[in-house]
């Protein structure tokens, strides 16, 4: 059950990106300095992924053998791409989370410590900002704070 819930859910994610405006636009093509040969070779490129059905299922069949296709900006496999970039993802997700949980358990306590009605909407309060407040917005402060960065 669970296999088949997350290949719909993968269908559909993939059918919302295949239908959304924009796609199979590639700014290669205004380029005047590619040739028509080029160009024709780009076009050849993006008509071997033009049904979502044949797309999809040549998607998982590479994803099954570790093929996850190539990057068209950077060249590169994206397999390589997730090995080379995993470490320092993983470790920023691991101090956020444990950040995350020691302010939540600092506050925790102080709210069964200092019990009062001003300590309790003021903590509420500021906990469903912080959860309402977008990561974009985070990563600015961050720089503004000049916040130590963890590579």
Same mark, same amino acid.
């Given at each position: 059950?669970? /296999?088949?819930?997350?290949?719909? =859910? =993968?269908? #559909? &994610?993939?059918?919302?990106? $295949?239908?959304?405006?924009?796609? =199979?636009? @590639? *700014?290669?093509?205004? @380029?005047?300095? !590619?040739?028509? %040969?080029?160009?024709? %070779?780009?076009?050849?490129?993006?008509?071997?992924?033009?049904?979502?059905?044949?797309?999809?299922? $040549?998607?998982?069949?590479?994803?099954?053998?570790? @093929?996850?296709?190539?990057? *068209?900006?950077?060249?590169?496999?994206?397999?390589?791409?997730?090995? *080379?970039? !995993?470490?320092?993802? /993983?470790?920023?997700?691991?101090?956020?989370?444990?950040?995350?949980?020691?302010?939540?358990?600092?506050? &925790?306590?102080? =709210?069964?410590?200092? $019990?009062?009605?001003?300590? @309790?909407?003021?903590?509420? #309060?500021?906990?469903?900002?912080?959860? %309402?407040?977008?990561?974009?917005?985070?990563?600015? !402060? &961050?720089?503004?704070?000049?916040?130590?960065?963890?590579?």
């Amino acid at each position: 059950m669970l /296999a088949a819930v997350c290949l719909l =859910g =993968g269908l #559909l &994610s993939a059918s919302l990106v $295949r239908f959304s405006p924009g796609y =199979g636009v @590639d *700014e290669r093509e205004l @380029d005047p300095r !590619f040739s028509q %040969a080029s160009l024709e %070779a780009i076009r050849k490129s993006h008509r071997l992924n033009a049904g979502l059905f044949s797309y999809y299922a $040549r998607y998982l069949a590479g994803a099954v053998h570790g @093929d996850l296709g190539s990057s *068209e900006w950077l060249q590169r496999p994206i397999s390589s791409l997730i090995k *080379e970039r !995993f470490p320092v993802t /993983a470790k920023s997700v691991l101090l956020g989370v444990l950040l995350a949980w020691f302010v939540a358990l600092a506050v &925790s306590l102080a =709210g069964v410590f200092f $019990r009062g009605p001003y300590f @309790d909407i003021s903590t509420t #309060l500021i906990s469903g900002v912080l959860i %309402a407040l977008p990561a974009a917005v985070v990563a600015i !402060f &961050s720089v503004y704070l000049r916040a130590p960065v963890f590579v």
